[in-house]
């Protein structure tokens, strides 16, 4: 059982460049996550599913896009990296236990942009 | 709307004192539950613990305990003889509402713990 799976551990791209981090989670989980964490800020949601096939955005989706084709695995794209994308990215998965729902976090994705 | 302040960005402390990291949140929801991640060098999150707003019985597991304090709005997180592989960056994290497809959890920006041997 490998929890929560995160692809590549790090990466370098150069401002406009594209590039898919991958998140697999088999955990048969129902909800999953993509937070960007940045020094002082803790972590924010940038978009998020409940389900295979659903996506919603959350408190930081712009210039990300996602996919959720198969229930564990959620994708996050970045069409045109800038500076500012520089971040920590971490997934996460749940299951929909009720109100006491816990999410569990994959290892992170360091990605750098030129 | 919510929020998360852990006032504390940094904290040192030696080996096999105690501390405690502090966590304020704001909400207007009844209902809501409260966490603690940790984070340690190795860079994954790591949960710790879950409470909701009806329960404030504080809880111990092991050298860690929680203290939850509606009244003030609190949920600290106490380290008894502190280790240093207690260091790490700590997170309280909120997620508020009645239970409904992904729920968003909102994080405070982490205290650093640093325990020094």
């Known amino acids: 059982n490998a929890g929560v799976t995160q692809t590549p551990k790090f990466r370098v791209l150069k401002t406009g460049q594209s590039m898919t981090l991958l998140c697999a989670q088999d955990m048969n989980h129902e909800y999953m996550y993509w937070y960007r964490q940045d020094p002082g800020m803790g972590l924010r949601l940038i978009h998020y599913?409940?389900?295979?096939?659903?996506?919603a955005k959350g408190e930081v989706p712009d210039g990300y896009n996602v996919s959720r084709l198969k229930k564990q695995n959620f994708l996050l794209g970045l069409e045109s990296a800038a500076p500012s994308q520089t971040s920590v990215y971490f997934c996460a998965s749940s299951y929909p236990s009720g109100p006491a729902e816990t999410q569990y976090f994959g290892p992170g994705t360091r990605l750098l942009v030129l | 709307a919510q929020k998360v302040t852990q006032a504390q960005t940094e904290i040192s402390v030696v080996e096999k004192e105690d501390v405690t990291l502090d966590c304020v949140y704001e909400t207007r929801d009844t209902t809501y539950y409260l966490f603690w991640y940790k984070q340690p060098p190795s860079g994954e999150l790591v949960f710790l613990i879950r409470r909701n707003s009806f329960d404030e019985q504080n809880e111990i597991s092991g050298r860690y305990s929680w203290n939850f304090q509606k009244s003030t709005s609190s949920f600290n997180f106490t380290i008894t003889a502190s280790q240093v592989v207690d260091s790490a960056v700590y997170f309280c994290?909120?997620?508020?509402?009645?239970?409904?497809?992904?729920?968003?959890?909102?994080f405070g920006a982490g205290t650093i713990l640093r325990v020094k041997s």
């Open positions: 994290a909120l997620k508020v509402g009645a239970w409904r497809g992904g729920n968003k959890l909102v």
């Open positions: 599913s409940v389900g295979e096939g659903t996506t």
